[in-house]
């Protein structure tokens, strides 16, 4: 067993971040009611240090500054230290987050605040060096013995500041969706596009899934095939790159470059699950092959290392991973030297190095390599006199041989915490790769996992845990769980018409508005009111990597008041996209899932309602087909829920296509049932 110089009180807790800090030098504690009372009570400044187990930059700062007995003197005597994992405590870190966004300009992770003893922040900083987090804590500890005036007036300002940052006005004007000049704001978010790479005219390069299915479906639905191109380029270079696992499958978080070639090789849960989705409908829009491979690929990644007996799926992999020395370095785990390659690939090198650009374009540093491609399976099968078949089989072959190399040297470490939003998104992930490719073991691991959260997160009083960890719930769930695991549930509903995931996402639905919604806003919080008030209580709207819990919410209203006829979650919908449409206008790309509502209300939203004893057959084959527009009802008996009522007829299976409950009269052939569909 191995001893340990030192051990702090997060030695007591579950989560892998917190956990990899317990031997640190540095007296750290979690955040908890305690640990905000003992500052209050010594009148003693605060250290919160905020990150996540998958960080590289976090491992980078531990090591040079919270595992040094120096850096460990100095917070020890003066503060009282708290980590923090971003992703138990979402709340805690976008309120810190902001505060270091308003003080320095950009904000990311390690974030690392100083603030009073109750809570305020008075100083911000991302990644220090050792010498400057000293020199940081020396001053602001300096002016909080001599002139504590100074920090009392800098907090409170920042505090309104703060508080300022999300503030949500309700939208009283009328709207008309269907005239908004979307046309207008394609066209200038397409002047800021790469049309080389794909992807944004900048690096770092983070592949936003929100941003391309909304692209997709608006280049779909309206016939715009220069749009529909550049998307395609996107997810194609995207595929091609670095940034995805050539040989084990599962994309890291985001490339470094322009050309997706080099990422922070950590694998995130949520990026993962929703780019399953995003391929799946490309596929189911293209046909593409590449498309296919990459959802196949990226779940046998999720099957084999992001998911537990349970069914329930881990948080990450690590960037990092120990070299021979013991020392913990990024990307070691994924690539290779050309010397490494020409031993293991023997005769196949040549072919190898010319699809995975093992030469001046594909070079990462200290004559390691990234794997990317840059040309398809069709050209380099010409371009070598290869037929296809044979190439396919290589390639099988060089990345078995590879993957059983690379798992011979250090794995990445996990981050084996669940979190209830993020397998929400993965449930989806896998309905999605169902409806696209027909395989029953997707159904099934989303059914494994939605049971998995209805046994395990869900609470007798309708509330949802947010995190789980060896056989453990804890922490109050966030907006972020209820909009997730509600839309997996509906699309659980869709596949498989079992009214049992209708019903609880209805049931969560009402415990939101219940516990977070704000009738004079319009808007629902981040957190519940069952829980310990912060500095502000936020409402969260803007899209990012993850769209923003109020627009998941804002869509999942607008399905279920459909399945549901209810005025008030329609109406709710409506008021929601209301009151972000200006900023929506101004800044497309952090509101590309609010689009996608938008989108509902600008063109033809279908109810595909199949009744009959064949119903689930028809809508698999339905489903084969691209249709962002609709939601599917069904049953093989009797039911009397809403959208279904008095359409059974004995013996027969019959497909009505609905808009706003007016239906076309009711057909019995899938490919009549599209034609409806314009």
């Known amino acids: 067993m191995q001893e340990h110089l030192y051990t702090n009180e997060l030695i007591n807790e579950t989560s892998p971040y917190l956990l990899q800090h317990a031997h640190n030098p540095v007296d750290w504690r979690a955040w908890n009611a305690a640990t905000l009372e003992k500052a209050k009570t010594e009148n003693k400044l605060m250290v919160i240090s905020i990150g996540y187990a998958a960080c590289h930059w976090c491992h980078v700062m531990e090591h040079e500054s919270f595992e040094d007995s120096i850096v460990a003197s100095v917070m020890n005597k003066n503060f009282i230290s708290v980590k923090v994992d971003r992703e138990e405590r979402p709340d805690v870190d976008?309120?810190?987050?902001?505060?270091?966004?308003?003080?320095?300009?950009?904000?990311?992770?390690?974030?690392?605040?100083?603030?009073?003893?109750?809570?305020?922040?008075?100083?911000?900083?991302?990644?220090?060096?050792?010498?400057?987090?000293?020199?940081?804590?020396?001053?602001?500890?300096?002016?909080?013995?001599?002139?504590?005036?100074?920090?009392?007036?800098?907090?409170?300002?920042?505090e309104e500041g703060i508080k300022s940052m999300d503030l949500i006005t309700l939208n009283t004007n009328d709207?008309?969706?269907?005239?908004?000049?979307?046309?207008?704001?394609?066209?200038?978010?397409?002047?800021?596009?790469?049309?080389?790479?794909?992807?944004?005219?900048?690096?770092?390069?983070?592949?936003?899934?929100?941003?391309?299915?909304?692209?997709?479906?608006?280049?779909?639905?309206?016939?715009?095939?220069?749009?529909?191109?550049?998307?395609?380029?996107?997810?194609?270079?995207?595929?091609?790159?670095?940034?995805?696992?050539?040989?084990?499958?599962?994309?890291?978080?985001?490339?470094?470059?322009?050309?997706w070639h080099v990422p922070h090789f950590e694998k995130m849960l949520y990026d993962n699950a929703q780019l399953v989705s995003l391929y799946s409908d490309a596929y189911l829009a293209t046909k593409k092959p590449l498309y296919k491979d990459i959802v196949t690929e990226t779940l046998e990644f999720v099957a084999a290392e992001l998911t537990n007996n349970e069914g329930a799926f881990y948080s990450s992999l690590d960037a990092d991973s120990k070299t021979e020395s013991g020392e913990l370095e990024e990307g070691t785990y994924y690539t290779y030297t050309q010397e490494e390659l020409k031993g293991l690939l023997k005769d196949d090198y040549p072919l190898f190095e010319s699809y995975y650009n093992v030469n001046d374009f594909g070079k990462?540093?200290?004559?390691?390599?990234?794997?990317?491609?840059?040309?398809?399976?069709?050209?380099?099968?010409?371009?070598f006199s290869v037929a296809t078949e044979t190439l396919q089989k290589k390639k099988l072959k060089w990345k078995q041989t590879l993957l059983d190399y690379?798992?011979?040297?250090?794995?990445?470490?996990?981050?084996?915490?669940?979190?209830?939003s993020w397998n929400g998104l993965m449930i989806k992930g896998y309905v999605d790769a169902y409806k696209a490719l027909g395989s029953p073991k997707y159904l099934e691991a989303a059914l494994k996992n939605?049971?998995?959260?209805?046994?395990?997160?869900?609470?007798?009083?309708?509330?949802?845990?947010?995190?789980?960890?060896?056989?453990?719930?804890?922490?109050?769930g966030y907006l972020e769980d209820y909009s997730a695991v509600i839309e997996a549930y509906i699309a659980l509903y869709e596949v498989t018409l079992d009214q049992q995931w209708l019903d609880t996402a209805k049931n969560l639905t009402e415990y939101s508005f219940e516990h977070f919604f704000d009738?004079?806003?319009?808007?629902?919080?981040?957190?519940?009111?069952?829980?310990?008030?912060?500095?502000?209580?936020?409402?969260?709207?803007?899209?990012?990597?993850?769209?923003?819990?109020?627009?998941?919410m804002a869509k999942n209203l607008f399905k279920l008041s459909h399945y549901f006829d209810s005025p008030r979650f329609g109406e709710t919908a409506q008021q929601m996209l209301k009151n972000v449409e200006k900023e929506m206008q101004q800044y497309p790309t952090g509101f590309s899932n609010w689009l996608d509502l938008l989108a509902n209300y600008q063109s033809k939203f279908y109810e595909v309602v199949v009744v009959g004893p064949e119903a689930s057959e028809k809508i698999n084959e339905i489903n084969k087909t691209y249709i962002p527009n609709k939601l599917v009802a069904g049953s093989t008996t009797k039911d009397d829920a809403y959208l279904l009522e008095g359409r059974y007829i004995e013996g027969q299976t019959l497909i009505y296509v609905c808009v706003n409950n007016t239906c076309k009269l009711p057909v019995k052939e899938v490919s009549a049932a599209l034609k409806l569909i314009q």
């Open 519 to 552: 009738e004079e806003k319009g808007m629902f919080y981040f957190t519940s009111k069952e829980d310990a008030a912060l500095m502000t209580r936020t409402f969260e709207y803007r899209d990012n990597v993850i769209p923003a819990s109020n627009s998941m």
């Open 94 to 158: 976008q309120i810190y987050i902001n505060a270091v966004q308003l003080m320095t300009g950009s904000a990311g992770w390690p974030l690392n605040v100083i603030t009073l003893p109750d809570g305020r922040p008075v100083f911000g900083a991302t990644y220090m060096k050792k010498e400057q987090w000293i020199d940081a804590l020396e001053q602001v500890q300096n002016i909080y013995t001599s002139e504590p005036e100074r920090l009392e007036a800098y907090a409170t300002q920042l």
């Open 406 to 420: 690379r798992n011979e040297r250090p794995r990445p470490r996990l981050d084996d915490k669940t979190l209830t």
């Open 450 to 476: 939605a049971r998995f959260i209805s046994e395990n997160q869900l609470q007798k009083s309708g509330a949802l845990y947010h995190t789980y960890k060896d056989g453990k719930s804890t922490i109050n």
């Open 364 to 383: 990462w540093e200290n004559n390691l390599y990234v794997l990317i491609r840059t040309k398809s399976d069709e050209e380099i099968a010409e371009e």
């Open 175 to 259: 709207v008309d969706f269907s005239s908004y000049p979307i046309h207008e704001i394609i066209k200038t978010w397409q002047e800021n596009t790469d049309t080389l790479y794909g992807g944004p005219k900048r690096a770092p390069k983070f592949m936003m899934p929100s941003n391309y299915q909304y692209l997709l479906r608006h280049a779909t639905q309206n016939k715009d095939q220069k749009l529909l191109d550049n998307v395609l380029l996107t997810l194609d270079k995207m595929a091609y790159g670095g940034i995805y696992d050539q040989i084990g499958g599962g994309f890291s978080r985001y490339s470094v470059d322009i050309k």
